[in-house]
């Protein structure tokens, strides 16, 4: 199969050797496969993969059932005192705020005692009203928004089917985010990077909104369809400043995981780092999967085989797509391997390693953007660590 992870890939030596999995933590679940906006670098909708096509528009009631049980038996099994659960899609406003709260009881419900299963949900925000919001918060449901910085860039990329702009909806929804009613259910905001733009100016319209998070993404590209621009790296480290140097910076997942890394901590970002990945997607039909980016290198590259009809997410621990994102720098290609950044940068974000006929073995096609970004961050922070220790008395 083109594209294989390892084709010399032997998990059962890895499990010989001590090796054990990480249980999975977080679970996407595919609730509505249609989505109402038409965003141009979207992975589902313009990429490799169009398996979406096939699938059912919403997932049926009894595979929603099967997923919860499924969850349930896993965190009895490995003991988990929390899960986490995204309600996704397409969109999954489209369900309704109703039909979300039902499926958010329907999960807990078959949680074991002690185990908390927090429900989240990723948007487009065009379909959150204030009666929606109420029913969400009902449920204890968390919202994250997607939103590509000021007007004018936000609406370059995020579009309805006739191609209108959605900041204002979106802008609208934001403020009802960030009211006092349903301001704990806000989950934050999700950015896709586009270098063209102003990355300071960027930051500071997404931390305008008052979000208590903020996540950049880069578009998903991998060897084989790289990235359309170039000027990633300049990108994020003039933002990484921003942030950096604001007094009272809203929390960024990238930059914050990088900066962990840097002082010898752990990541919380799928993009950097070397902590075992412990999330699956359920798609609409039940099929059990690797993270859903990978559509980006090529047909069938989520592919697992399994179903939550039959299988168990224990399974899926097994297999070599999710295993190679377990294992670290045992997973890791030999440039990268030699890498002095790599235990930062981890190889960056597994779609993006990808090469036709080479599999998933290569450093990330955002290699150069990513060395730059890093080498600037640690620049910053080990000037500002020795600032601190001189300015101790002896």
């Known amino acids: 199969m083109d594209g294989w992870p390892y084709r010399d890939f032997d998990v059962a030596a890895l499990i010989a050797g001590g090796w054990r999995p990480t249980p999975i933590h977080e679970v996407i679940v595919k609730v509505h496969q249609r989505c109402n906006l ?18 059912p528009a919403v997932m049926p009631a009894e595979v929603f059932d099967a997923v919860a049980h499924r969850i349930g038996v896993h965190a009895r099994d490995h003991d988990l005192r929390q899960v986490r ?35 989240g949900m990723q948007t487009n925000g065009v379909l959150l009203t204030e009666p ?43 403020e009802l985010l960030t009211r006092a009613e349903f301001r704990a259910g806000f989950g934050g905001l999700l950015c896709t990077v586009a270098p063209d733009t102003d990355p300071v100016a960027c930051y500071r319209a997404l931390r305008a909104f008052g979000p208590p998070a903020i996540d950049f ?8 369809v790289p990235p359309e621009q170039g000027g990633h790296g300049r990108w994020l480290t003039a933002a990484f400043d921003a942030w950096y140097a ?34 699956l997607v359920v798609e609409s039909d039940g099929a059990i999967e690797q993270i859903d980016a990978l559509k980006s290198a090529y047909p069938g590259a989520c592919a697992t085989g399994l179903h939550v009809s039959r299988d168990e997410f224990d399974a899926a621990l097994a297999h070599p797509g999710v295993v190679a994102r377990q294992i ?37 096609v955002y290699c150069a953007d990513l060395r730059m970004f890093i080498d600037h961050a640690r620049d910053r922070v080990v000037a500002d660590t020795r600032a601190l220790i001189g300015a101790v008395p002896a």
């Open 38 to 55: 038409a965003c141009s670098y979207c992975y589902v909708y313009e990429h490799a993969d169009q398996s979406w096509r096939d699938r």
């Open 85 to 119: 659960v995204v309600l996704h899609g397409g969109e999954p406003m489209l369900l309704g705020a109703a039909a979300l709260g039902r499926l958010a009881d329907r999960v807990r419900a078959a949680a074991p005692a002690g185990c908390e299963v927090r429900v």
């Open 132 to 174: 929606a919001l109420r029913e969400l918060r009902r449920h204890d449901i968390t919202v994250a928004v997607s939103v590509d910085g000021v007007a004018a860039d936000h609406d370059r990329f995020r579009v309805t089917r006739r191609g209108r702009g959605t900041f204002g909806a979106v802008s609208r929804s934001l």
């Open 217 to 224: 993404l880069l578009p998903h590209a991998n060897w084989g």
């Open 246 to 279: 604001d007094p009272d910076p809203v929390p960024v997942r990238l930059f914050e995981s990088v900066v962990d890394l840097l002082l010898g901590g752990a990541s919380r970002s799928e993009q950097i780092g070397l902590s075992p990945a412990a999330l």
């Open 328 to 364: 670290g720098a045992a997973a890791l290609g030999p440039e990268c391997s030699a890498c002095p950044v790599r235990q930062v940068c981890g190889g960056g974000h597994y779609a993006h390693r990808y090469r036709p006929g080479a599999g998933f073995r290569n450093p990330s």
